[in-house]
């Protein structure tokens, strides 16, 4: 029903700044929540942010200050904005929507991740 890609991924050095986007994409749905997570490796997937539809925001202790989670609903497309990268910032980025249908309950879909590399 829903399809998602991120995009903006890549290789950067430290202090750097990268925005990765996500494009949702179907028919007959409306976006309630966007968010992002990442995963880096050897660990498990954690969350980074979240924006609600009233366009509400919020974000993990560990990005607050860097990173800026904001969408165009006119769009479908969450956005990330990272500023001042870590290494630890290093990680395969997730866009997950949560979105619904006039007649179905509201539904979690995940993209295929794209990758952030932060040269130390």
């Known amino acids: 029903q829903v399809q998602l890609v991120e995009s903006g991924g890549g290789l950067v050095q430290v202090g750097g700044s990268l925005r990765l986007s996500c494009a949702a994409s179907?028919?007959?749905?409306?976006?309630?929540?966007m968010g992002w997570y990442r995963q880096a490796p050897g660990k498990q997937r954690e969350w980074v942010a979240t924006?609600?539809?009233?366009?509400?925001?919020d974000y993990a202790d560990s990005v607050k200050g860097r990173f800026t989670i904001s969408r165009d609903n006119a769009k479908n497309t969450a956005y990330l904005q990272m500023n001042s990268l870590k290494p630890e910032d290093t990680a395969v980025y997730y866009c997950?929507?949560?979105?619904?249908?006039?007649?179905?309950?509201?539904?979690?879909?995940w993209g295929q991740g794209t990758q952030v590399t932060v040269s130390s």
């Open positions: 997950n929507v949560l979105s619904h249908t006039e007649y179905q309950p509201p539904e979690s879909y």
């Open positions: 179907g028919s007959g749905f409306s976006i309630n929540a």
């Open positions: 924006i609600a539809s009233g366009g509400s925001t």
